[in-house]
């Protein structure tokens, strides 16, 4: 999936700031210093997941995103944010909503993602100027 539709199809199931993060994310990481051997550190899954949990996003509709179009398993998704929970980039919170299963809302630990990639990826108050 090209970065256009895959921007196009996240807003329909996140926050347009998500998605703003998102492509922000996306370009930071893709400079040398996040690759080894030409493979990117962090992930387009990372990156969404960052992204969601910056804008406190659910997590289930991150998956289902994920799964609707093609990007990812359930599997993989849960894998991924497991991952970024262990390095305390990001927490999650259990929202209990009648009956069934809580849902997880997302969190970014924005201390910790500072202190490993910088004070330069999140820019407080960005406008979605149409060139992102």
């Given at each position: ?9 996240m807003s ?103 202190k490993m990639?910088?004070?330069t990826f ?11």
């Open positions: 999936m090209k970065c256009a539709e895959t921007v196009e199809s329909k199931y996140l926050k347009k700031q998500t998605v703003i993060d998102f492509q922000l994310l996306n370009r930071k990481f893709e400079g040398e210093k996040y690759r080894i051997c030409n493979e990117k550190l962090i992930d387009v899954i990372s990156i969404i997941i960052l992204s969601a949990a910056k804008n406190e996003e659910l997590f289930q509709d991150i998956i289902n995103w994920g799964e609707e179009n093609g990007v990812a398993s359930p599997a993989t998704f849960s894998r991924r944010k497991n991952f970024l929970i262990d390095l305390e980039l990001i927490k999650e919170n259990k929202i209990k909503e009648g009956v069934g299963r809580p849902k997880l809302k997302l969190k970014l630990n924005q201390q910790r993602f500072e990639f910088g004070k999140f820019k407080k108050n960005i406008k979605n100027n149409g060139d992102l």
